[in-house]
């Protein structure tokens, strides 16, 4: 086999991989993650009630189907390799409403769903939780909004400066911002998605309620190593630039690496839950 012909296969293979990654978390995240966003989100804001329980489950089954067929549009365009990341009126609105969808329903019923899923949710603290999920939805929708005007922004500048987000949004500021929507979103809201989605399905049900909670409880745990390993590499991108995510890193690296972000955790995650005690 000529050279050409093995970096033609290795290539086709990692985009093979690079595709199952992607879309078993979209999956999770984006479909089932829809649906249980409707779900929870309605129940959270008292819409959903036992007069209304149908209604809302066929609200929630028309939202996962919406986004499973946006998910077969999106496995279509990776695979011909369009790009539809260009500014436009039309392009604003399909981002935002998915948004809208997933990260501010999302985020509340990602609380409301992984606190039941964790049994921190019972009878005596509902309303605790209704309200904690009703202030992360807040939280987020005035994330949702920045953002709009943020792709505003970025899109029109990057027709004139493609490294424009890279050069003037600093990165810390990035890292911070993505992964505590990220931990909410990604990893609660996995097992919220399961937990939600299941119950939309009428999977779950009084005699398969602790299996469902294993399975949505398993699936939080395997997004939170997905969680540390983007961080991983997020912050090895920071700290050696894109083309380190290409090479082993050296022992010097990773000893560097982990004395920094050991003092970084106790330092700035432990120090500030202990300074707000």
Same mark, same amino acid.
């Given at each position: 086999?000529?050279?050409?012909?093995?970096?033609?296969?290795?290539?086709?293979?990692?985009?093979?991989?690079?595709?199952?990654?992607?879309?078993?978390?979209?999956?999770?995240?984006?479909?089932?993650?829809?649906?249980?966003?409707?779900?929870?989100?309605? @129940?959270?804001?008292?819409?959903?009630?036992?007069?209304?329980?149908?209604?809302?489950?066929? $609200?929630?089954?028309?939202?996962?189907?919406?986004?499973?067929?946006?998910?077969?549009?999106?496995?279509?365009?990776?695979?011909?390799?369009? $790009?539809?990341?260009?500014?436009?009126?039309?392009?604003?609105?399909?981002?935002?409403?998915?948004?809208?969808?997933?990260?501010?329903?999302?985020?509340?019923?990602?609380?409301?769903?992984?606190?039941?899923?964790?049994?921190?949710?019972?009878?005596?603290? $509902?309303?605790?939780?209704?309200?904690?999920?009703?202030?992360?939805?807040?939280?987020?929708?005035?994330?949702?909004?920045?953002?709009?005007?943020?792709?505003?922004?970025?899109?029109?500048?990057?027709?004139?400066?493609?490294?424009? @987000?890279?050069? %003037?949004?600093?990165?810390?500021?990035?890292? %911070?911002?993505?992964?505590?929507?990220?931990?909410?979103?990604?990893?609660?809201?996995?097992?919220?998605?399961?937990?939600?989605?299941?119950?939309?399905?009428?999977?779950?049900?009084?005699?398969?309620?602790?299996?469902?909670?294993?399975?949505?409880?398993?699936?939080?745990? #395997?997004?939170?190593?997905?969680?540390?390993?983007?961080?991983?590499?997020?912050?090895?991108?920071?700290?050696?630039?894109?083309?380190? #995510?290409?090479?082993?890193?050296?022992?010097?690296?990773?000893?560097?690496?982990?004395?920094?972000?050991?003092?970084?955790?106790?330092?700035?995650?432990?120090?500030?839950?202990?300074?707000?005690?």
């Amino acid at each position: 086999m000529t050279e050409n012909n093995k970096n033609g296969t290795t290539s086709t293979r990692t985009n093979h991989q690079r595709m199952v990654q992607i879309f078993l978390a979209r999956l999770v995240l984006e479909v089932f993650g829809g649906g249980g966003a409707i779900w929870g989100f309605s @129940e959270v804001i008292t819409f959903r009630n036992p007069s209304t329980q149908e209604v809302w489950r066929r $609200n929630a089954q028309i939202v996962g189907a919406i986004f499973f067929i946006r998910f077969l549009l999106q496995m279509l365009d990776f695979v011909q390799h369009k $790009n539809r990341d260009t500014f436009s009126p039309i392009r604003l609105i399909q981002v935002f409403l998915a948004k809208i969808v997933l990260e501010v329903f999302g985020a509340a019923g990602a609380i409301w769903g992984f606190s039941e899923a964790l049994t921190l949710r019972v009878a005596k603290t $509902n309303e605790f939780y209704r309200w904690f999920a009703v202030v992360v939805g807040v939280i987020f929708f005035i994330r949702y909004l920045l953002q709009i005007s943020d792709f505003v922004r970025i899109t029109m500048k990057k027709k004139n400066d493609e490294s424009y @987000e890279e050069k %003037y949004v600093p990165c810390w500021t990035r890292f %911070y911002q993505i992964f505590a929507a990220k931990l909410v979103l990604e990893v609660f809201g996995a097992a919220g998605a399961i937990w939600g989605f299941s119950e939309v399905l009428t999977l779950r049900r009084a005699s398969t309620q602790e299996e469902w909670r294993f399975r949505a409880l398993t699936v939080g745990a #395997l997004f939170f190593i997905r969680y540390g390993l983007q961080m991983k590499d997020y912050i090895i991108k920071i700290r050696f630039g894109k083309e380190a #995510l290409l090479l082993p890193l050296t022992n010097e690296q990773w000893i560097r690496l982990i004395q920094v972000y050991s003092a970084k955790l106790v330092l700035e995650v432990f120090g500030g839950g202990g300074a707000v005690w």
